[in-house]
């Protein structure tokens, strides 16, 4: 059967001005998972990648270390939800850098709250609202779009590696097990960066095999944000 290999990107830089750009950490570990998946009778496969800069960087490192070109086909379909969005409208002094710098020096645990204030946002922006410059039925609906036109377009033997966000890849997992909409956050919560989650492919229909594989990392490179 053809397989997608949906890789979520390296870690980017959290806190940062530019949060899209993948950290040394990101590279490294995009790195790595290029030379794990020499292992996996690939052939040549489809690549595809979202138009976000840390989902291209993967892409080209993860390439690079798998010895094929830095060649994939660019499909918006596989973007992140916009997260600044939903902080906006939830929590707008956020928007605020030395305001939000103040507030997670005084959290004893500063990252773990402020993963409870981003899980507080992506569930209201579930809930609907118009405030949102995408709703959370459009998010689903084009990511699924994207996934199935890919599936589709695989023959027998086919692989396809695609480089997108934990997000993306959390609305094909509820997708298949059928879940509720609580499952993107379960799921987006525990998603590391550059694991691997395999999809089978028959005749259109897809199955997941495998979700979060990531035993490619150890130490400090096993990172989720």
């Known amino acids: 059967m053809p397989v997608i290999y949906l890789i979520r990107h390296g870690q980017a830089s959290f806190g ?6 993948l ?13 794990h998946l020499r292992e996996q ?24 270390a798998l010895n094929l070109p830095v060649e994939w086909h660019t499909d918006g379909g596989f973007n992140e939800y ?13 928007q605020d850098r030395d305001a939000l710098a ?18 507080e946002a ?15 039925p459009a998010f689903r609906e084009r990511v699924l779009a994207s996934l199935y036109s890919l599936a589709n377009g695989l023959e027998s033997g086919d692989s ?18 059928e879940l509720d909409d609580e499952a993107l956050i379960t799921f ?21 095999a495998t979700l979060n594989e990531h035993l490619h990392l150890s130490g400090d490179l096993l990172t989720y944000r």
Do not use: K
């Open 188 to 208: 987006n919560r525990g998603l590391v960066n550059t694991s691997v989650t395999r999809l089978l492919v028959n005749t259109g229909r897809l199955r997941l």
């Open 16 to 21: 940062a001005e530019n949060y899209d750009a």
């Open 82 to 94: 916009d997260h600044q969005s939903l902080m906006r409208v939830h929590w707008p002094e956020s």
């Open 122 to 136: 992506l569930r209201r922006w579930q809930r609907g609202g118009d405030d949102y410059p995408e709703t959370w």
């Open 23 to 35: 950290s040394d950490h990101g590279w490294e570990q995009s790195r790595v998972l290029g030379r």
């Open 102 to 119: 103040r507030w997670m020096s005084e959290q004893p645990r500063p990252r773990r709250a402020f993963q409870a204030r981003f899980e």
């Open 160 to 177: 396809a590696l695609v480089f997108t966000s934990g997000g993306a890849i959390s609305v094909a997992i509820q997708h298949l097990l």
């Open 41 to 64: 009778n690939l052939g040549v496969p489809r690549v595809l990648c979202g138009a976000m800069r840390r989902h291209r960087e993967t892409a080209e490192a993860a390439l690079q």
